[in-house]
């Protein structure tokens, strides 16, 4: 079984963005109440940025991440990834593009317990339907590159924090995604492991991905190129920082 | 994802689990075992009976006053009205009877033998005709001579014995023209029949067989006898049968719409109850089986639903890494089915040690050789409908798990 194709239909214009957010809403319903969890985002990141998404708790940041990692869609408004409007797709081909595009790295790592580092790293493949041999391969290249060549077969439990988030790494870089996203990658971490993690995500960069990243830690967003602050669902400032 | 990838998943699953798994398909164990075990069980008891039954002669049948299988007490009271079968009866069957072979007769009673102080309780005297041991299939003997139509003629006071009363009296000693007491009067032992073993724990070796003539001598002609007739072969079963029907009713002047007076065995009779008699077990088994596959279906249905909302988080990061809704209904499915199978397999197992116990201890009681084999039918077909409870009991908790929102999943701790 294997990813299904995006259909062409779905194909926008593209002008060299690799994300274009068009007025973004995310709009909970609770009851009676509705609750604006983003009201009206709009911004374009082109490939290889490396973007820190800023902003107090319950601004809607994680939010924001799960509309561009494509585990939600908005309530009004158009995405577009990789030229594909991705607000208009059904569920399957969602599941495609998080499979294929997106890596995702959580705070709280989101391993599964049971399974072993390199079991954990397959798993994407195994979605993606790749072959056992290969799938081992390429779970294991992955894993040397986040240097955990020596732990492949630990399960979570027996990993530090830093070495769980590594592992994370590398699950959401095994299928060659071109968006790289991490909401408060280092929130779980102490100052030198999160350093680590951070060390990790410029290398990748300079690799050539595209990063965003969601802190509300400045020295953590100061390792990105580009600062979004957003407050109450609205994008309060978008500047690029010359280094 | 494919198929073994999911059962990968699955096991994993299952064997974190495995006391809770374990009870999870009690239901569904008993129910299997208990299906496999009765259907084993009476396949056992229908071969051991249709040997028993049918090695009397499967051409051979009777025409007797009382049948064989009496169901009720008015119906027993209405048999006693019939009128006696005479050795007349017999004459005039071998008359009429073309499809017949050879046509005999015989009575009994039991009785204590004695042969010296040695006595011998509850043995079947039985009045013959010389030609008794040659109907339907032959009984050889182990030494001395047959019944001759000379001793039937001259009413000699002459018997062939089983093999329970040699033993009992003779051991390794000569028996043949040894005098044995049958109640008090004096018979000479000119035959040793071969043995034939018990039939639910009766001997069928405890005998004295009399020519019909010298058994009148002794306890009278005022008893109806049985006619023992055999066709010429299995074809001419039927017609042996009816002819010898016509005769018997031409001969006591029943009417065109009275019934028979009279009963017509034949081994298949005998059969035919015992079969009725283990098809109500068989009803009584699927019912009961068909309740403790149902009871077992919901509690898998249960246990699913509860591994479900165990591992929403495991479900909203399979999600995240991109499991479309057709991979996790497939994972639980697989779960479930392997899940069932797996009961259904356990179950095979019980109920091939249960069977194996009875067998024995059947056999034990029986004296008998028997076996009660768990038939490759029987374990596919238990497998087959485990699976079957898996994959009902698993849908509902499946495509809950498939339908689960990412971003929620994530959310729950
Ligand atoms: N599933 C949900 N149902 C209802 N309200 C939600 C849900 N998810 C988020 N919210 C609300 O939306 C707002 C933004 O949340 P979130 O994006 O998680 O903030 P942040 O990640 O910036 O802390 C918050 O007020 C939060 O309570
Ligand atoms: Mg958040």
């Known amino acids: ?110 391993l599964l317990p049971r399974a072993t580092a390199l079991h954990n790293v397959e798993l994407p493949l195994v979605y993606a339907g790749i072959p056992k041999e290969e799938r081992l391969a390429q779970a294991r290249r992955a894993l040397e590159m986040v240097d955990l060549a020596d ?18 790494v590398a699950r959401a870089l095994v299928m060659g995604p071109a968006i790289l996203l991490a909401d408060e990658p280092t929130g779980n971490l102490d100052t030198v492991t999160g350093e680590e993690i951070m060390g990790l995500f410029e290398r990748l960069h300079a690799g050539g991905n595209t990063i965003i990243l969601v802190t509300h830690e400045k020295d ?20 690029e920082r010359r280094r | ?46 071969r051991y009976m249709a040997n028993q039954v049918l090695s009397l002669g499967s051409r051979s049948f009777s025409i007797q006053r009382m049948p064989d299988i009496i169901t009720s007490r008015a119906m027993w009271l209405e048999m006693q009205k019939r009128k006696d079968i005479l050795l007349s009866d017999m004459d005039a069957v071998k008359g009429a009877c073309d499809a017949c072979g050879e046509i005999g007769a015989r009575v009994q009673t039991t009785r204590t033998v004695k042969f010296g102080r040695t006595k011998q309780p509850d043995v079947e005297i039985m009045g013959v005709t010389e030609n008794f041991s040659r109907i339907g299939s032959v009984r050889d ?3 001395g001579r047959q019944l001759i139509a000379d001793d039937v003629d001259t009413a000699r006071p002459v018997g062939v014995i089983g093999a329970d009363i040699m033993d009992a009296f003779f051991g390794q000693t000569e028996p043949l023209g040894k005098t044995i007491l049958v109640d008090s009067h004096e018979v000479r032992v000119i035959g040793v029949a071969e043995r034939k073993g018990k ?18 001598k002794f306890y009278g002609t005022r008893r109806s006898v049985t006619i023992q ?104 499915l697989v779960e479930s089915v392997l899940l069932s199978a797996l009961g259904g397999a356990l179950g095979i197992l019980g109920a091939a040690v249960f069977s194996m116990a009875l067998a024995a201890i059947l056999g034990g009681i029986m004296s008998a050789d028997f076996s009660a084999p768990v038939r490759l039918w029987a374990v596919t077909l238990a497998l087959f409908v485990s699976s079957v409870v898996g994959l009902v009991a698993g849908i509902y908790p499946a495509s809950r798990a498939a339908s689960l929102d990412p971003v929620v999943a994530l959310r729950n701790e």
Request: glycine share 8%; aromatic share 6%; net charge neutral.
């Open chain 2, 199 to 216: 039939i639910f724990g009766n001997s069928q070796d405890n005998f004295v067989w009399l020519p019909i003539t010298t058994y009148r």
């Open chain 1, 151 to 168: 732990r492949m077969s630990h399960k979570p439990n027996e990993l530090s924090g830093g070495q769980r988030q590594r592992v994370a």
């Open chain 2, 229 to 332: 007739a055999e066709a010429r072969n299995m074809d001419l079963m039927e017609t042996a049968q009816d002819q010898t029907r016509v005769v018997m009713r031409a001969r006591r002047h029943l009417g065109f719409a009275k019934p028979d007076d009279f009963s017509i065995e034949t081994g298949e009779t005998v059969m035919d109850f015992w079969q009725s008699a283990t098809r109500g077990i068989y009803v009584v088994t699927i019912v009961v089986t068909a309740m403790s596959l149902i009871i077992g279906g919901v509690v898998v249905m249960n246990i699913m639903l509860v591994s479900v909302t165990e591992r929403v988080r495991e479900i909203g990061v399979r999600k995240a890494l991109g499991a479309r809704r057709r991979d996790i209904l497939r994972q639980f």
């Open chain 1, 220 to 239: 953590i967003a100061d390792h990105a190129h580009r600062t979004i602050h957003i407050r109450d669902g609205k994008i309060e400032s978008d500047e």
């Open chain 2, 1 to 46: 994802m494919p198929f073994s990838e999911a059962a990968r998943i699955a096991l994993a699953a299952l064997r974190a689990n495995k006391l809770r798994s374990f009870l999870t398909v009690l239901g569904i164990l008993i129910g299997v075992s208990s299906v496999v075990a009765v259907v084993a069980i009476t396949e056992g008891l229908d």
């Open chain 1, 1 to 110: 079984m294997s990813v299904a194709p995006v259909p062409p239909s779905t194909t926008a214009q593209t002008d060299g963005a690799l994300i274009r957010a068009e007025d973004l809403w995310r709009t909970y319903v609770m009851g009676a109440e509705e609750i604006h969890a983003l009201r009206g985002v709009s911004f374009t990141i082109a490939p290889n940025e490396y973007v820190a998404v800023m902003g107090p708790s319950g601004s809607g940041k994680s939010t924001l991440m799960n509309l561009i990692g494509c585990l939600d869609t908005p309530s009004r408004g158009r995405y577009v990834l990789r030229g594909k409007v991705v607000s208009e797709m059904n569920d399957d081909e969602l599941a495609a593009i998080r499979n294929r595009e997106i890596g995702f790295v959580f705070q709280t790592f989101n």
């Open chain 2, 141 to 143: 003997l182990i030494t």
